[in-house]
């Protein structure tokens, strides 16, 4: 444990954005999996909403800094691809 009292405020600091973090990333999980079991059931019209979600909660997961922007890229245009396969 931190003796030093800037470094205890910063370990609660840490566990707080840490908590928020992972908050974040369990909802993107589970709104990319919304996309792909939509994809999956051929349903395009909810597979495009659920797509469009998607990438507007990755975008906002990068602005609060829990992704990194290459990564939300990544994963937005993967799941478009799938989004848009359900079509076929």
Do not use: F, P, Y
Request: charged share 35%; hydrophobic share 35%.
């Amino acid at each position: 444990m931190a003796n030093i009292k800037s470094q205890i405020k910063r370990n609660r600091q840490n566990e707080r954005a840490r908590v928020r973090n992972k908050a974040v990333r369990s909802a993107l999980k589970t709104s990319q999996k919304k996309v792909r079991t939509a994809a999956t059931e051929g349903d395009l019209e909810t597979a495009a909403t659920r797509n469009r979600e998607a990438a507007r909660s990755l975008d906002k997961a990068v602005s609060a800094g829990v992704l990194h922007k290459r990564t939300a890229a990544r994963k937005k245009s993967r799941l478009a691809k799938q989004a848009a396969r359900a079509g076929s």
